[in-house]
């Protein structure tokens, strides 16, 4: 087995897309779900929203980059208001049931046959990322160092979005340590609570799911950009899923906690995913028990396996504090 | 009041001529008839024809009430009486069938909770509502009102809230030292003991500078140790000049420290009056035996049913406490 690959591959997808893309979108759920304990299972409609917004302006509507990112920003505005206007000031769980259904709404809206002219229906949209990959100062060759060489188109995203990340990561700490985060921490502890202390739970609450929803949309630029193409079923469900899981591995409601979350969660699965193939090729693993293309769903077990592991001894996260676990099981 | 607000500021100096306040109180409350729904020299809040039904059960269903400035007023009554649900619809958490109220001439009728604080009319819950995962001094600061860090647009520049932050700091340091809670000023307030959390509740509420504090069994749960400094607590905020409206039990207490006691009962008021008189009430004694006895044919069997009454109550009291206590 080539240790070697194996190990730059791993240390490349630290600081990859993926890395960049999950970290973004669990910033935006950390506002919502760690901060204010808002149940968003619709992360990934805010992401589509933003990547298709950028898409459709840009390639159907022939409008420049900027009108692209606007529309998303302000799509992710209204899904926000949409979902929020009526669920917020119910019980908890009603968001959570509105959102996880508006998510599928929004991936089949997208998908659909009727809206092709406008959507590209099942097969997506590309040839949108030429405006922005013209803004790139960056001469042909590769850049960085050591496991981390990248392509100038590559480098020049992974440089945007990272830049990108660190200052949400940046505003999320400003807010947070304000009065105003406070009374976000309040409301997920009780917000009966804050409300009797003369608080509007209800506009805390929505401005939560706002900031936290165009983040995700930014999720959602990057995602469309490094890939060149938005594709209706990459915003499905599992896109949320893992944005949770990438937030509870990282801890969540710490500030940096998603963007280790998020470099643990796909530097395991590049490991998994690289030692299988390789030990299948080798032949160390009899194709009768698994064969290369069963490899994208057993990684996936593995990552499983591990994260149950991690619940399990360190239920808080990487950066969580084991008190506060300790606290919930009262 | 702008005028009281001296009062407000948690120096316990504030607290001038122990006892002068009670001594007003319960002069003006000295020729208030005593049945349900009695007029009062000087009310803060007046309430009238408020009524909450669940299905078919009528749980509030009060006709007029008043409560006296500066008073303390208890409110007691058998278990389901609809205490809490009367305290919910006042200070906006339920919305009632039917009904009007009037808090300082205002009427607060349909206005969401948290404007009913910040109107002055603040409330503590039955069931405890620390805020389990923020530090003590961090739900003492949520406590207080009209902070320019909570605005989201200020919340980026520090500078903007820095001082407001310092001054209530400083006013959180001084209620925790009142209420014996500065030791744990750093703790997480999900680690305090169910009578402490009932203190940091009460002392949160009053960062707000409320005029007026409902606490809804504030002793429930609390160790006896700590229920002496509860007591002096609550006769305190009479002193800086607030009005205090309080759910309880225990009939020790109630004596101990109110200047004027409401009997509810399935939904109505069926008394009010001096602590004393109300206890020997019997439309009181009816209403803790569930009023489908006979009426007592001799002094024994009344003295009898009195001490199988108060009886009931020790039993309910322990009970919350159980209850508290998880
Ligand atoms: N949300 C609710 N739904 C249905 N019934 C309720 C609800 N809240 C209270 N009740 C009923 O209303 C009555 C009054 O309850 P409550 O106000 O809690 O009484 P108290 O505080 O005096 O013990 C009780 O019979 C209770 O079961
Ligand atoms: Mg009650």
Redesign the interface.
């Known amino acids: 087995m080539d240790w070697g690959s194996i190990i730059s591959n791993a240390l490349r997808s630290v600081v990859g897309l993926e890395t960049v893309i999950f970290a973004m979108a669990a910033v935006g759920l950390n506002v919502q779900f760690g901060y204010a304990g808002l149940l968003n299972f619709g992360q990934a409609a805010f992401v589509a929203i933003g990547a298709y917004g950028l898409a459709i302006m840009v390639f159907f509507a022939g409008l420049s980059l900027w009108v692209g990112l606007a529309v998303g920003i302000g799509g992710a505005v209204v899904l926000a208001l949409l979902l929020g206007v009526p669920t917020l000031r119910l019980r908890a769980d009603y968001l959570a049931i509105a959102t996880i259904a508006a998510a599928e709404i929004v991936r089949i809206a997208f998908r659909s046959s009727t809206l092709r002219e406008w959507t590209g229906g099942s097969n997506g949209i590309t040839g949108f990322d030429g405006q922005f990959y013209a803004l790139n100062p960056l001469s042909n060759g590769t850049y960085g160092f050591g496991p981390w060489r990248f392509s100038e188109r590559l480098t020049w995203v992974l440089l945007v979005g990272w830049v990108l990340l660190i200052l949400f990561c940046v505003?999320v700490w400003?807010?947070m340590r304000?009065?105003?985060?406070?009374?976000l921490?309040?409301i997920?502890?009780?917000e009966?609570?804050?409300?009797?202390?003369?608080?509007?739970?209800y506009a805390y609450k929505m401005?939560a799911l706002i900031i936290g929803g165009v983040i995700g949309a930014f999720a959602g630029f990057i995602y469309a950009l490094g890939r060149a193409a938005v594709q209706p079923d990459l915003y499905g469900t599992e896109l949320t899923f893992f944005a949770y899981t990438v937030l509870l591995v990282g801890g969540a409601a710490r500030v940096f906690g998603p963007v280790v979350g998020a470099a643990i969660f796909w530097l395991v699965l590049s490991l998994t995913d690289n030692v299988l193939a390789q030990a299948i090729n080798a032949g160390y693993v009899s194709s009768s028990i698994m064969n290369p293309n069963q490899v994208g769903q057993v990684r996936f077990m593995l990552v499983g396996v591990l994260l149950m592991l991690l619940m399990i001894y360190r239920p808080q996260g990487i950066f969580g504090d084991k008190?506060?676990i300790a606290?919930?099981a009262? | 009041m702008p005028a009281d607000s001296s009062f407000h500021t948690g120096v316990p100096g504030a607290t001038v001529q122990n006892g002068s306040r009670k001594a007003v109180a319960v002069a003006a409350l000295a020729d208030v008839p005593r049945e349900p729904g009695a007029p009062k020299p000087d009310p803060i809040l007046v309430a009238d024809d408020v009524t909450r039904r669940f299905g078919g059960l009528t749980a509030v269903d009060v006709k007029h009430v008043e409560i006296q400035r500066g008073a303390i007023t208890a409110l007691i009554g058998p278990n389901g009486a609809g205490k809490t649900t009367f305290f919910n619809l006042l200070t906006g958490f339920d919305r009632p069938d039917t009904g009007e109220w009037r808090f300082n001439d205002r009427s607060l009728a349909r206005v969401p909770a948290h404007k009913v604080a910040r109107y002055g009319m603040v409330r503590t819950f039955q069931l405890t509502k620390a805020l389990s995962r923020l530090t003590v001094i961090e739900n003492m600061r949520l406590g207080a009102g009209g902070q320019r860090g909570e605005r989201l647009m200020n919340a980026l520049f520090r500078p903007a809230w820095a001082q407001q932050e310092r001054d209530n700091t400083a006013r959180a340091e001084e209620l925790l030292a009142r209420f014996k809670l500065d030791t744990k000023r750093d703790d997480f307030a999900g680690s305090l003991s169910g009578g402490q959390r009932k203190l940091l509740e009460m002392a949160r509420a009053l960062m707000s500078e409320p005029e007026m504090v409902m606490l809804d069994e504030p002793m429930a749960g609390v160790n006896p140790a700590l229920t002496q400094s509860l007591l002096g607590h609550v006769k305190d905020l009479r002193e800086q000049g607030m009005t205090v409206l309080f759910v309880e039990h225990d009939m020790d207490m109630v004596r101990d420290i109110s200047d004027w006691v409401i009997v509810m009962a399935q939904g109505k008021i069926v008394a009010e009056g001096p602590p004393d008189d109300v206890m020997a009430n019997p439309a009181v004694i009816d209403a803790y035996l569930g009023g489908h006895h006979d009426a007592p044919l001799t002094e024994a069997e009344e003295q009898r049913q009195l001490a199988a009454a108060e009886a009931e109550l020790e039993a309910e009291h322990a009970a919350a406490e159980g209850d508290g206590a998880r």
Request: cysteine-free; overall charge positive; aromatic content about 4%.
């Open positions: 505003l400003l807010l304000s009065p105003w985060g406070r009374v921490k309040g997920r502890e009780d009966d609570a804050v409300r009797s202390l003369g608080k509007n739970v401005q008190r506060e606290l919930n009262r």
